[in-house]
Nanobody
């Protein structure tokens, strides 16, 4: 059974940094596509970073490009999200997600592509 557990959230001032972790178990971690999503109050989940394992390709939307970095450690196995220069608009619940590579009508970095989710970790950026 796929199990994803996020940690590392918290409160930080603007322009600060946080590193989120997602401990994974129950599946072939090095074969799955992995991503981080953010959900703010009243908002839908939106991708902040995604990693296509087979090719090493990453996806960052414009708001996080250059500030966030997704990475993985297959030996642990754990997914990470390094977040720098945080802004108040980055606040929300952060979820890690996993999916095996598959054909789908949705982009591989969109929420509907993923069928396994963690419980989320809260990130708050405020002065």
């Amino acid at each position: 059974q796929v199990h994803l557990v996020e940690s590392g959230g918290g409160s930080v001032q603007p322009e600060g940094s946080l590193r989120l972790s997602c401990a994974a178990s129950g599946f072939d971690f090095d074969k799955y596509i992995l991503a981080w999503f953010r959900q703010g109050p009243g908002e839908e989940r939106a991708v902040v970073a995604a990693l296509y394992t087979a090719t090493g390709m990453t996806h960052y939307p414009d708001p996080t490009m250059g500030r966030f970095t997704i990475s993985r450690d297959n030996a642990r196995p754990t997914l990470y999200l390094q977040m720098n220069l945080l802004k108040p608009g980055d606040s929300g619940i952060y979820y890690c997600a996993a999916a095996p590579p598959h054909a789908a009508p949705h982009p591989w970095y969109s929420a509907p592509y993923y069928d396994h989710w963690g419980q989320g970790t809260q990130v708050t950026v405020s002065p």
